[in-house]
T-cell receptor
Framework: QQPVQSPQAVILREGEDAVINCSSS?????VHWYRQKHGEAPVFLMI?????EQKGHDKISASFNEKKQQSSLYLTASQLSYSGTYFC????????????FGAGTQVVVTP | GAVVSQHPSWVICKSGTSVKIECRSL??????MFWYRQFPKQSLMLMAT?????????EQGVEKDKFLINHASLTLSTLTVTSAHPEDSSFYIC?????????????FGSGTQLSVL
């Protein structure tokens, strides 16, 4: 089942912050975050494997609340290069480790 | 870092023809490869999962006779869209997971934009 992402889109000025949320109706094993630019393949940002874990990638960080079955991605002091569509992916705990992606959050950072 | 090469980047074909898309892991052994399909401004929808040497596992609603997947080696998986029709036009992306690469991280190919006339 597809995770639920919110918001669908966000427009930021350079330097502003934003939060993207991802929630699941199922128990989460891990959460993946990817960013995709138009016409390109998704690029890996980070994986969160443990409940409560927080990780960072430059000024992009994420948290994982296993109990609430949700994860949040934090864009801090956004840069123009942060523009793109962000997808959360949830690991389905079967033998193949399939990732189910959310609908995506389009982020536009303006000068 | 690990690289996944996908070819072709884009292809235009006539309705009724078949198109083959290749996905290669260049510097690691891809134990599992995933094929996704993406419509404009939509999410990546998992089509099938393939493991080297075994039959692909298709997601519900994906026609296995239409989307043939072959994972003949640890570095190559192919997706063949048979008898393509305009509704098959989409962005197809492969991804791979390899041994000893953090176990869960996916490496994506650059995608193939298929346009069926």
């Amino acid at each position: 089942q597809q995770p639920v992402q919110s918001p669908q889109a966000v427009i930021l000025r350079e330097g502003e912050d934003a939060v993207i949320n991802c929630s699941s109706s199922k128990a989460l094993y891990s959460v993946h975050w990817y960013r995709q630019k138009h016409g390109e393949a998704p690029v890996f940002l980070m994986i969160l494997l443990k409940g409560g874990e927080q990780k960072g990638h430059d000024k992009i960080s994420a948290s994982f609340n296993e109990k609430k079955q949700q994860s949040s991605l934090y864009l801090t002091a956004s840069q123009l290069s942060y523009s793109g569509t962000y997808f959360c992916g949830l690991l389905v705990t079967d033998s193949w480790g399939k990732l189910q992606f959310g609908a995506g959050t389009q982020v536009v950072v303006t000068p | 870092g690990a690289v996944v090469s996908q070819h072709p980047s884009w292809v235009i074909c006539k309705s009724g023809t078949s198109v083959k898309i290749e996905c290669r892991s260049l510097d690691f052994q891809a134990t599992t490869m995933f094929w996704y399909r993406q419509f404009p401004k939509q999410s990546l929808m998992l089509m099938a999962t393939s493991n080297e040497g075994s039959k692909a596992t298709y997601e519900q609603g994906v026609e296995k006779d239409k989307f043939l997947i072959n994972h003949a080696s640890l570095t190559l998986s192919t997706l063949t869209v048979t008898s393509a029709h305009p509704e098959d036009s989409s962005f197809y992306i492969c991804s791979a997971r390899g041994r000893g690469l953090g176990n869960e991280k996916l490496f994506f190919g650059s995608g193939t934009q298929l346009s069926v006339l």
